[in-house]
């Protein structure tokens, strides 16, 4: 059951982070985590612990800033937001990570049509 | 690009924020892990379980804090501190170890610094003068030759100095000043001081500025112009307490109002470049009107002109030196001149640039010593380890991790035992460069410099990895398993691996201790055979001072003041004789032309060059120096202005061989002479050299001494003998300058200080490598008698008597400082060879040296083994047995 949830790629979880952010504004580490769970159907292996190594990441490069706040059910929780130059990264990465996918999609679907041959 | 920057920058940050954004981390954890169970809860979870499902999503707090430090610090330099703090904490434990391998390291270490600091200043670093590449000494060809041949005259300087194309400037000193020429005369005692006469332009050629006033002017160089002088720094600051207002003022210099025209800057020290080991206190104008008929007496040194080459230069001099005048009165007179130029730096350091290499390559050859020392420790404490890293290895430690601690271990280590040898280097070389006695050139100069300190730096990494090597090495090829398995190295093949890496470095050590043994050995028997050579005169007993000297006054009156010094000084209770010369040996000397008168007017080949000394009756004696045939000069050939001569066993064998030169008439110093005595030959310049020719004659109208010297031998201790000698000198001249007595020992002493020197160091290397090899070859033996403790108990209790476990251990022991030894004779065969050069009177195969130290390292070896062996037959076979 474990072994069949996606690996994540090198810096693929960074993009997931902003993303998230981007859409849903400021949210707390375990926020950020939730949504992704979520949002990929429980897709992805993601402990939950590494989301921290990401958001440190992201917001040295300062594309993400952080702020202590409380949270909905009244916990002190810090709060990430993305910045300027982090839109501009996540739309980088967008139009990178869309280019891939579609190149991805059309060199297998080729591998599958030469196998019928 | 700019958020790479900007990480870059937070990182360094984060580094030294751990603490803080750990906390931070943990509570924003801490409240990840409350909102999960919270949620979980609400889900219908039981408290406990909410709790647990929690963690499990969450992974490791522990993990996802390294990956936390790792992605915002410097995860590197982490680890590195990780490992220096290790390092600090376990060599703090290992208290024993960490102190010897550090003292050992720290030895090897400040005896580099301090040989490449002298080998720095003397052969690297250039000479203390602006573009200095460009100053050339130019001296004669003959390099046998004595001072008088190194020097030109007055009218041939000047000659040269116009007719070459090839120098900016050319200049020189006064070859002859002694020490002590001059008497500084103020309200008390007149003070003995030493100038040195200097041609125009000298400082200008050399390129040093004054720091306080100015140089000398042309128009102090013409006859009778007002007397001036330069003084030194450290004259002008022990003499005049530093006072910058004695620029312009007038001092009094025998009797001779001398104006102060400046300072010469600290830096530049005369003696060092030019006459090793001399002091000088100031400078005053050679006036070459006043030395027109004084023969060759100024040392050249010239600037040649930017884009000239030496060869260039050199093959104009062959052009012009030839052609040179010896004086311009006489025309006819061309003594054939030749001229040698050497660039300044090579003319000075040249000599011993073997010397130091040997030197530098002893050193070194210590530095080895200790790092195979040191191996051999780590390696010993790393079968101590084993056990150590097998539990790391187990707990997850890779390979490179254990190697790379191991690497951090051994440079902390080189890197203490650099600090504390550069603390010990630093007093050393402070103490070198205050040695005015070692006649070795620019030693006043030795410092810790730049260049120093990269050293240090070099040769401690050098060392790190060299010693840090073979433990590196070995950890990494052995299975860590294994080791923890085997408990300590305790195991039968792996133990035995061990064993035979150690051996092998004991033997390397043994080889290496034995070729600096042998070469200092040679070098300790040429020093001693030095010794030994029979100088011709008896330095011991025998003390010299300076008398005030007036080199205007009229022969007869010197006569008779040379007498009575000589009666007054002879009263003194325990003096045995007293004489006078101007010139004592093996300090400076001057050489004049002797012939035997022939049928014809002798012409100029006729002449053999010969030293010349003007005494008085009793010098020979008062020096030690053996008359053969003849007679000593009396006071009627001084007062009746007798031409007698004495001359030694050379001149009589070059001029009359085979033939008694009593009564014979010589042509010496514009004269005819009779020979009136003969004497064995005097070592002149130093120990080392063969004896020239040399005659003595009487200070008479015809031959005006060049200063005075008194001379005197007796057995009463120095200090007693100087104060009553200078009451009777000052009783019978009040301004006697307070001179000192200085026992004629110095002067033999300075001329062999290099030689001295050098035998000094080599021994304490060598002493210091054999006490390492010892140490080294101790560690091993014992070490595998600590291993071999159950075996020995078994032999013990099976019958093996002491005496033969005390054998055995003995016989492993030998076997490696034998094997060692071996090596070491074949490797020091061909070392002697190249310190041949070096050698006086000794034969690089010398048996006896190589004899005498296999000797010496096998009785070093015996004792080292022998510790350990009575260690061995101590052992209680059941005790042993038991305790496995």
């Known amino acids: 059951m474990v072994q069949s949830k996606l690996d994540l790629l090198q810096g693929t979880l960074d993009v997931m982070v902003l993303q998230t952010l981007e859409v849903l504004g400021p949210l707390h580490g375990y926020g950020i985590a939730r949504r992704i769970e979520q949002v990929s159907g429980n897709e992805v292996l993601l402990n939950q612990g590494t989301i921290y190594a990401s958001l440190v990441r992201l917001q040295q490069r300062g594309w993400i800033a952080a702020k202590w706040g409380i949270s909905d059910n009244n916990r002190k929780a810090k709060f990430y937001s993305i910045t300027k130059t982090g839109k501009k990264q996540l739309a980088q990465d967008t139009a990178y990570w869309q280019r891939l996918s579609g190149v991805m999609g059309r060199v297998l679907a080729m591998h599958g049509e030469g196998g019928e041959q | ?884």
């Open chain 2, 1 to 884: 690009m700019r958020h790479l920057l900007r990480e870059a920058f937070n990182r360094m940050r984060s580094f030294f924020r751990n603490d803080s954004l750990d906390r931070e981390l943990k509570q924003e954890m801490a409240s990840h892990l409350e909102m999960a169970a919270e949620e979980n809860v609400t889900r219908g979870m039981s408290v406990e379980e909410a709790r647990r499902r929690a963690v499990m999503r969450f992974g490791g707090v522990q993990q996802s804090l390294e990956l936390h430090r790792e992605s915002r610090g410097l995860p590197w330099l982490d680890v590195l501190m990780q490992d220096l703090r290790f390092t600090f904490r376990t060599l703090k434990r290992d208290y024993g170890f960490t102190t010897a391998a550090v003292l050992i390291l720290a030895l090897g270490i400040a005896a580099n610094i301090t040989v490449f600091s002298v080998v720095n200043t003397i052969l690297l670093r250039p000479l203390p003068f602006p573009d200095s590449q460009q100053l050339v000494r130019i001296v004669e060809k003959d390099p046998k030759a004595g001072e008088s041949s190194k020097t030109y005259t007055a009218d041939a300087t000047q000659d040269f100095q116009q007719q070459n194309h090839s120098f900016q400037s050319v200049s020189g000193y006064f070859a002859f000043t002694g020490p002590d020429n001059f008497k500084l005369i103020g309200n008390s005692q007149p003070i003995p001081v030493t100038g040195m006469l200097v041609a125009e332009d000298f400082f200008q050629t050399l390129g040093v500025e004054p720091s306080l006033g100015r140089l000398f002017k042309s128009q102090e160089f013409v006859k009778h112009a007002q007397p001036v002088a330069l003084l030194t720094y450290p004259f002008w600051k022990r003499q005049f307490a530093g006072d910058p207002s004695i620029v312009g003022r007038a001092i009094d210099l025998s009797n001779t109002s001398v104006t102060v025209i400046g300072v010469l800057p600290n830096t530049f020290d005369f003696g060092s470049v030019f006459s090793p080991g001399a002091k000088v206190d100031l400078f005053t104008p050679y006036i070459m009107d006043d030395f027109r008929e004084d023969g060759n007496d100024l040392a050249l040194v010239g600037r040649l002109k930017k884009g000239v080459t030496l060869a260039q230069a050199q093959s104009e001099a062959d052009q012009i030196f030839p052609q040179l005048l010896f004086e311009h009165k006489h025309p006819e007179f061309k003594p054939g001149y030749t001229g040698q130029l050497t660039i300044l730096k090579d003319y000075v350091s040249g000599k011993l640039r073997r010397s130091l290499i040997v030197l530098w390559c002893a050193v070194g050859l210590i530095l080895l010593i200790v790092c195979v020392n040191l191996s051999n420790l780590l390696l010993a404490r790393l079968a101590a380890r084993s056990k150590e890293f097998g539990m790391r290895s187990a707990l997850g430690a890779r390979r490179g991790r254990i190697v790379r601690q191991l690497l951090t271990e051994s440079i902390v280590l080189a890197a203490a035992g650099a600090g504390l040898g550069l603390g010990v280097a630093w007093f050393t070389i402070r103490y070198l460069a205050h040695q005015g006695s070692i006649a070795l050139p620019l030693l006043s100069m030795v410092r810790v410099d730049g260049t120093v300190l990269g050293w240090t730096l070099l040769i401690a990494a050098g060392a790190a990895v060299l010693f840090g090597l073979a433990p590196g090495l070995r950890m990494s090829g052995s299975n860590l398993q294994q080791l923890l398995k085997d408990g300590g190295g305790h195991g039968a093949s792996e133990g035995r691996k061990h064993g035979r890496l150690r051996s092998m470095l004991v033997v390397t050590e043994m080889a290496l201790a034995c070729v600096l043994l042998v070469g200092a050995g040679l070098l300790l028997r040429s020093f001693l055979r030095v010794l030994d050579v029979d100088l011709g005169f008896e330095p011991s007993h025998a003390a010299a001072i300076s008398v005030d000297f007036d080199n205007r006054e009229k022969a007869a009156t010197r006569a008779a003041k040379w007498q009575e010094i000589v009666e007054r000084t002879s009263a003194i209770p325990g003096v045995e004789t007293v004489g006078i010369t101007d010139n004592l040996p093996m300090s400076r000397n001057r050489s004049w032309g002797i012939a035997a008168k022939g049928k014809q007017k002798n012409s100029p080949q006729d002449f053999v060059p010969v030293f010349v000394y003007i005494v008085s009756p009793g010098y020979l004696k008062a020096m030690g120096m053996r008359l053969r045939q003849g007679r000593d000069i009396n006071w009627h050939d001084l007062a009746d202005n007798r031409n007698v001569v004495i001359i030694n066993e050379t001149v009589a064998r070059r001029l009359w061989p085979g033939q008694s030169p009593i009564g014979r008439t010589a042509i010496a110093g514009g004269a005819e002479d009779q020979v009136i005595g003969v004497i064995a030959d005097v070592r002149e310049s130093s120990a080392e050299d063969n004896a020239g020719a040399q005659m003595y004659l009487p200070a008479t109208k015809q031959f005006g001494p060049e200063g005075e010297y008194l001379v005197l031998r007796s057995k009463a201790p120095l200090t007693a003998l100087a104060r009553s000698v200078m009451i009777t000198l000052r009783r019978i001249n009040p301004g006697q300058p307070a001179t000192e007595l200085k026992p004629i020992q110095a002067l033999v002493d300075h001329a062999t200080s290099p030689r001295r020197f050098f035998v000094l160091l080599v021994g304490i290397f060598a002493a210091l490598g054999l006490l390492l090899a010892s140490l080294g070859i101790y560690g091993v033996i014992s070490y595998s008698v600590t291993r071999q403790r159950p075996e020995i108990g078994v032999r013990m209790a099976l019958g093996a008597t002491e005496t033969r476990v005390q054998l055995d251990v003995i016989r492993s022991t030998m076997r490696l400082a034998l094997i060692g030894a071996s090596i070491g004779v074949v490797a020091s065969l061909a070392v002697s060879r190249l310190i041949a050069s070096l050698l006086f009177r000794t034969a690089p195969t010398d048996p006896l040296t190589f004899i005498g130290m296999i000797v010496l390292l096998g009785a070093v070896a015996l004792l080292a083994g022998y510790l350990p062996a009575r260690k061995a037959s101590k052992i209680d076979p059941m005790i042993a047995l038991r305790s496995n």
